[in-house]
C-alpha cells in the first residue's frame, strides 16, 4: 500500500463548522493540507444571531487561535473586561465578585487571563482564515457508510455522495459519525430552560439601567431555589439570559412568547425586580430550548481506522465550566496537528491510524478531568444550598487554575 504524501494525500472531510471543526480545517489548511468541512446550514450568516460569550483560556481556544496566527485577530475583537463574574441569590444581590483589573503590560496578558468572546464573532474569525472553497454549505449528512481500508462513503440530503479517508465528526450532540465508535446518547440533565434576550436598543434605554448595573460588565449568574438565571453581555450591547429550573424534558413553553414570558415570570416569581423587569421585556423573537444535555463522565471508545470524532460529538457537557468550545477547539487543533504531520511526513495509513489514536487517549484523559468538574458545577448551582454552594464550587475551581 503506497503511504499517503503531499502529492497523494488522504481525503479528509470534516463534517460540522462549530468552533471544533472550523479549526480542524484551519491547522489543516495553515500547513498546507487539503480538507473539506461539510455544514448543514446553507450559509456563514445562518446561526450568526445565536450564541453567547465565550472566555477562551491559555492552553486551549487561545493557544489554537495563537499557533493558527489568529492572536491579533483575538485581540482585536476579545473583551477583557467581561470576565468580570457575579454570582447572586435570586434577590440579585452579588455573593461573590470577581473582576479582574485591567493588566499592565501594554500588550495585554493573555496568559493569565480568560478574555471573552462573542461566539458569532469568534465563528467570523475563524472563516475568513480558512479557504472559502473548503467549506460546503448546505451538506447535512444522512448517512456514513463503512467501506474497505479504513474508507467511509458519506451520503448528504443536497444528493452527494463522496469516500472519505479520514472522517472528522464535529457534528455536535446528536452526532451522526458518534455511532460508529460508541453507543453512548446524550443524558438528560433533569434541567430545563430557554435562552432569552434583550435587544441592544433595548438595553440601551435609561429605563433599563437598573437591568444593566444588575448584570454588570460580564457574566451574572443568579441561583437559588433549585433554578439558575445565567445573563451575559455581548459585545454589540446585547444582553443574553439562560434560564433553568429541574423540569421533565417534555417541559416546553407556549409557542406564543407572550404565554412564554408569562409562564418563566411565574417560575421566577420572587425574584428580584430587574431580573423580572429582563423576562418581561425579552425580545419576542428569541425565545429558544435550552434543555441541559452530557455524555457520561469519561466517555471513550476503541480507536476505529479512518474516523474519529471531537468537540461536543466526543464529550458533550453543560456550559457550567466554560469549557465547551475552549475544548473543542483545542481538539481541532491537536488532530489537525496530528493529521498535518502525517501527510507532510508520508506516514503510512496504519502509522497515520497509530498517531490518531495515541491522540484519541490524551484527549479522553484531559477532557475527563473536565467533565467531572462541569458536572460538579452544575450540580452545585442547582444545590438547595445555592448560591452558597455554587459559590464555594467557583472558589474550589479558581484555586485549582
Not at 423580572?276 to 457520561?296: C, N, T
Amino acid at each position: 500500500m503506497s503511504a499517503p504524501t503531499p502529492s497523494n494525500p488522504p481525503r479528509i472531510a470534516i463534517i460540522g463548522g462549530g468552533p471544533g471543526g472550523l479549526t480542524t480545517l484551519l491547522t489543516l489548511a495553515k500547513r498546507g493540507i487539503a480538507a473539506t468541512l461539510y455544514e448543514r446550514d446553507a450559509s456563514r450568516t445562518a446561526r450568526s444571531h445565536l450564541g453567547g460569550i465565550l472566555d477562551l483560556d491559555w492552553e486551549t481556544g487561545q493557544r489554537a487561535l495563537r499557533e493558527n496566527g489568529l492572536e491579533d485577530e483575538f485581540r482585536k475583537h476579545s473583551h477583557p473586561e467581561a470576565e468580570e463574574t457575579r454570582i447572586c441569590g435570586k434577590d440579585g444581590v452579588p455573593v461573590f465578585h470577581d473582576d479582574p483589573p485591567p493588566s499592565s503590560d501594554d500588550d495585554g496578558d493573555l496568559q493569565h487571563r480568560r478574555p471573552e468572546i462573542d461566539r458569532r464573532v469568534l465563528i467570523s474569525i475563524l472563516h475568513e482564515a480558512v479557504p472559502q472553497d473548503s467549506i460546503k454549505w448546505g451538506h447535512a449528512l444522512t448517512s456514513i457508510r463503512p467501506l474497505d481500508g479504513g474508507q467511509h462513503e458519506l451520503t448528504f440530503a443536497s444528493g452527494l455522495v463522496t469516500i472519505a479517508d479520514v472522517v472528522v465528526g464535529a457534528d455536535g450532540a446528536h452526532s451522526r459519525i458518534r455511532p460508529l465508535l460508541s453507543s453512548a446518547t446524550p443524558i438528560y440533565h433533569g434541567v430545563n430552560g430557554a435562552e432569552i434576550s434583550l435587544a441592544p436598543s433595548v438595553s440601551a434605554l435609561p429605563e433599563n439601567r437598573d437591568i444593566v448595573e444588575g448584570v454588570g460588565k460580564g457574566t451574572c449568574m443568579l441561583a437559588q431555589d433549585e433554578k439558575i438565571i445565567a445573563f451575559q453581555r455581548n459585545g454589540d450591547g446585547r444582553i443574553r439570559a439562560y434560564v433553568w429550573h429541574r423540569a421533565p424534558l417534555e417541559w416546553a413553553l407556549p409557542h406564543d412568547p407572550r404565554k412564554a414570558k408569562e409562564v418563566l415570570l411565574g417560575i421566577f416569581a420572587n425574584w428580584a425586580p430587574w431580573v423580572r423587569k429582563f423576562i418581561d421585556q425579552a425580545d419576542e423573537s428569541a425565545i429558544y430550548p435550552r434543555p441541559l444535555f452530557h455524555l457520561v463522565v469519561g466517555h471513550g471508545w476503541a480507536h476505529k481506522d479512518g474516523v474519529t470524532i471531537i468537540g461536543d460529538a466526543a464529550h458533550l457537557m453543560s456550559p457550567f465550566a466554560g469549557a465547551g468550545a475552549n475544548l473543542a477547539m483545542r481538539d481541532g487543533l491537536d488532530l489537525g496537528l496530528v493529521l498535518a504531520e502525517a501527510v507532510s511526513k508520508g506516514l503510512t495509513r496504519e502509522e497515520r491510524e497509530a498517531a490518531v489514536a495515541a491522540w484519541e487517549a490524551e484527549m479522553f484523559e484531559r477532557v475527563g478531568r473536565e467533565a467531572a468538574i462541569t458536572a460538579k458545577n452544575l450540580e452545585a448551582f442547582m444545590s438547595p444550598d445555592a448560591p452558597h454552594a455554587a459559590v464555594k464550587a467557583m472558589e474550589e475551581a479558581m484555586a485549582g487554575n
